[in-house]
């Protein structure tokens, strides 16, 4: 995550002191690596995208009692990651309700001035069973395993800048990891198993 820390701590000071155009600038940074990790963690665009407007509208909403030091990236992944959990535990307590329909009213303004550079699901993509079957191994990690694998192997963050947003040390990082990684390999050979007995059902 290759970043100005001084002209972000100057974006902050302007932002904590109400000037919005500091907010936009802070959504042309943070958006679109922030709607990427958020739609590898839900695997819905417009879902991604409520989230995090949402997490720009409570940045907004908390700009003043921010200190003056605050990393906004690490802020803003942290609240990200935990919009991303409730959101998937909500799912899974209503499977039936579209989540399309829901809070029209959250971050609606600001959704339309998020940069989207997260790698949409294409058709060929979608018929890939094999990264389908990555994907559903992902969404079965739990929360802590999941948000650091994101943000590790796909946002490319360090040890350090993912144990700020996790709260968790970077000994503890690099444990999520490897722990994430064992779970990926159980899920991913179970799939393989099932697709062999599939395939010699077939044969038979």
């Given at each position: 995550?290759?970043?100005?820390?001084?002209?972000?701590?100057?974006?902050?000071?302007?932002?904590?002191?109400?000037?919005?155009?500091?907010?936009?600038?802070?959504?042309?940074?943070?958006?679109?690596?922030?709607?990427?990790?958020?739609?590898?963690?839900?695997?819905?665009?417009?879902?991604?995208?409520?989230?995090v407007a949402e997490a720009f509208v409570?940045?907004?909403?908390?700009?003043?009692?921010?200190?003056?030091?605050?990393?906004?990236?690490?802020?803003?992944?942290?609240?990200?990651?935990?919009?991303?959990?409730?959101?998937?535990?909500?799912?899974?307590?209503?499977?039936?309700?579209?989540?399309?329909?829901?809070?029209?009213?959250?971050?609606?303004?600001?959704?339309?001035?998020?940069?989207?550079?997260?790698p949409l699901p294409s058709d060929r993509?979608?018929?890939?069973?094999?990264?389908?079957?990555?994907?559903?191994?992902?969404?079965?990690?739990?929360?802590?395993?999941?948000?650091?694998?994101?943000?590790?192997?796909?946002?490319?963050?360090?040890?350090?800048?993912?144990?700020?947003?996790?709260?968790?040390?970077?000994?503890?990082?690099?444990?999520?990891?490897?722990?994430?990684?064992?779970?990926?390999?159980?899920?991913?050979?179970?799939?393989?198993?099932?697709?062999?007995?599939?395939?010699?059902?077939?044969?038979?």
């Open positions: 995550m290759i970043h100005d820390p001084a002209n972000e701590l100057l974006v902050l000071g302007a932002l904590r002191q109400g000037d919005d155009r500091a907010l936009d600038q802070i959504i042309e940074r943070w958006g679109g690596p922030l709607h990427a990790f958020a739609w590898r963690y839900v695997q819905n665009t417009a879902d991604a995208r409520e989230l409570r940045l907004h909403q908390q700009r003043a009692r921010l200190r003056p030091d605050t990393n906004v990236g690490a802020w803003l992944f942290t609240i990200v990651a935990n919009l991303c959990h409730n959101q998937n535990r909500w799912r899974k307590r209503h499977p039936s309700v579209s989540l399309d329909a829901q809070d029209e009213e959250t971050g609606q303004a600001l959704s339309d001035r998020i940069p989207t550079e997260a993509v979608e018929r890939d069973e094999a990264l389908a079957a990555l994907r559903k191994a992902i969404d079965t990690l739990p929360h802590d395993l999941k948000t650091t694998l994101i943000l590790h192997h796909y946002e490319h963050l360090s040890y350090r800048e993912i144990g700020k947003i996790t709260e968790c040390s970077e000994r503890g990082v690099e444990t999520r990891l490897y722990r994430a990684k064992q779970r990926l390999r159980e899920e991913l050979a179970k799939y393989m198993s099932d697709e062999t007995a599939h395939l010699g059902t077939a044969v038979e």
